[in-house]
């Protein structure tokens, strides 16, 4: 079995992973330091915090796990493991993006109408939020894909 750069047990798979653990907690940063509570009314913003506080952990576990494979130098060719992860990756990915979309739209829509809460650039900070959760989009599409890629491979 060839390994797919990029999937589960490989350096470039812990380093997605990596990334999107990052680009999460910077997310959730961005949102979390500074804002005034307004945002919490907004279901988009309630959202972006209750996924991006999914997309943590489950990307730092399973970067725990890249790590493991990768100094071990094992590969991971467990069908059900590999199922799992994709699955994971599948539903986190959507929600991810789903998320980044409505956040960016409803803090567009807040400064365009002028409201009276996005004074001192807190609509600015949920706009990089938004950015953030976005990369983190990109960082699991691109973990989904490489392991969905690898696992027909196992069957």
Same mark, same amino acid.
Do not use: E, H
């Given at each position: 079995?060839?390994?797919?750069?990029?999937?589960?047990?490989?350096?470039?798979?812990?380093?997605?992973?990596?990334?999107?653990?990052?680009?999460?907690?910077?997310?959730?940063?961005?949102? *979390?330091?500074?804002?005034?509570?307004? !945002?919490?009314?907004?279901?988009?913003? *309630?959202?972006?915090?209750?996924? =991006?506080?999914?997309? =943590?952990?489950? !990307?730092?576990?399973?970067?725990?796990?890249?790590?493991?494979?990768?100094?071990?130098?094992?590969?991971?060719?467990?069908?059900?493991?590999?199922?799992?992860?994709?699955?994971?990756?599948?539903?986190?990915?959507?929600?991810?993006?789903?998320?980044? *979309?409505?956040?960016?739209?409803?803090?567009?829509?807040?400064?365009?109408?002028?409201?009276?809460? *996005?004074?001192? @650039?807190?609509?600015?900070?949920?706009?990089? !939020?938004?950015?953030?959760?976005?990369?983190?989009?990109?960082?699991?599409?691109?973990?989904?894909?490489? @392991?969905?890629?690898?696992?027909?491979?196992?069957?």
């Amino acid at each position: 079995m060839d390994k797919q750069p990029g999937a589960m047990g490989t350096s470039a798979g812990l380093a997605l992973r990596l990334g999107q653990a990052t680009f999460s907690v910077s997310s959730l940063l961005f949102m *979390c330091f500074g804002v005034s509570f307004f !945002s919490y009314s907004y279901a988009p913003f *309630c959202f972006l915090v209750t996924t =991006m506080g999914l997309v =943590m952990p489950w !990307s730092l576990g399973l970067a725990m796990i890249d790590t493991f494979l990768v100094l071990a130098k094992r590969p991971s060719n467990q069908r059900r493991v590999l199922s799992a992860v994709v699955l994971g990756d599948w539903v986190l990915s959507v929600l991810a993006l789903a998320v980044s *979309c409505s956040t960016a739209s409803v803090a567009d829509f807040l400064i365009a109408s002028g409201n009276v809460y *996005c004074r001192d @650039n807190i609509c600015l900070r949920y706009q990089l !939020s938004a950015a953030m959760a976005f990369l983190t989009w990109i960082l699991s599409l691109a973990s989904l894909l490489f @392991n969905l890629w690898l696992l027909p491979t196992l069957y």
